[in-house]
């Protein structure tokens, strides 16, 4: 007899847990027992994930993006977020080219909670989007946003640089990572409609 198990309690609870874990989707999917396609409609709705934390004004933060592929080798996307220093959290994220627009969306994001210096690298897009007295690039500048970026490429499997493992598309891609950055605020996020 056929048993349904994604009305499960302990399926959900394995669920919210899994995004610190770096599963593909077939992994999470094989070891829940449950179909590939229940699994990505749930990581789906994580795009409606967004910080609810309140950040300090006067913090300092670094702005910086990390290369990836969608589908194939041919498909760059760059994933753009801010990262507050002292607090350890995410701000913003845009998940697409590395265009200023692009840019955009997060520095604004960044420059609502009042910062006291943004630290970006030497990429050219960023002088025309912070003031100067406020911002601070250079090689080594945004060094604590470069070791998360090791951080999402240890725990999300689709950001690892093997062929294997790219995300099909851009929206399952910016779903997981939200998942990853904001999912401990909401851990039921997928049982929502």
Known sequence: MYH??????????????????????????????ISINTL?????????????IVLPVNGEYDVDEIQTYTGTRMNKIWITYG???SRHEAIGLQVGGRSSQDLKVVVDEVLRNAPKTINTDNYSGYP??????????????????????????????CLIRET?????????????????????????FFLKK
Not at 40 to 52: C, D, E, N, R, T
Not at 128 to 157: P, Q, S, V, Y
Not at 164 to 188: H, N, Q, V
Request: glycine content about 6%.
């Open 83 to 85: 990262w507050h220093i």
């Open 164 to 188: 294997m493992c790219f995300s099909k598309r851009p929206e399952m891609l910016e779903a997981r990572i939200r998942w990853y950055f904001w999912g401990k605020t909401d851990p039921y």
């Open 128 to 157: 025309c989007l912070i003031a100067k007295n406020i911002h601070r690039k250079g090689k080594r500048k945004a060094n604590h946003i470069e070791r998360n970026h090791r951080n999402l490429r240890k725990d999300i499997a």
């Open 4 to 33: 349904y198990l994604a009305y499960e309690s302990r399926i959900h609870e394995q669920f919210s847990r899994f995004f610190n874990m770096g599963s593909g989707v077939r992994r999470m999917a094989g070891f829940l027992g």
């Open 40 to 52: 990505q409609k749930w990581i789906g709705k994580a795009k409606y994930l967004s910080p609810v």
